[in-house]
Nanobody
């Protein structure tokens, strides 16, 4: 069964931190680069961080130096530690496999999406 379940979102003040977690079914997780995506109201979904099966990571400029992606291959989970949060980080966050990506931000994700987790940064 294909499954992606994100959790850990919430309301946080600017400058605060959150830790997101995603539980993925083995068919999605085991052999794939995984990524965290986000979609703000009125905007397209964007890829913000990826991690390969070997643990190599890549971050897009909007989150570089503030977010850290990690994965636990034994538990089929991928996490996103978010620090120094800004109002512009407000979005629904999703995890999914990353079938193709480029530094310009273009990507091809897996076919199945979870429900996402809402992150709201506001004072």
């Amino acid at each position: 069964q294909v499954q992606l379940v994100e959790s850990g979102g919430g309301l946080v003040q600017p400058g605060g931190s959150l830790n997101l977690s995603c539980a993925a079914s083995g068919t999605i997780f085991r052999f794939n680069t995984m990524g965290w995506y986000r979609q703000a109201p009125g905007k397209q979904r964007e890829l913000v961080a990826i991690i390969t099966t070997a643990g190599a990571t890549y971050y897009w400029d909007s989150v570089k130096g503030r977010f850290t992606i990690s994965r636990d291959n034994a538990k089929n989970t991928v996490s996103l530690e978010m620090n120094s949060l800004k109002r512009e980080d407000t979005a629904v966050y999703y995890c999914n496999s990353v079938l193709h990506w480029s530094s310009s931000g273009s990507y091809k994700a897996g076919d199945y999406w979870g429900q996402g987790t809402q992150v709201t940064v506001s004072s």
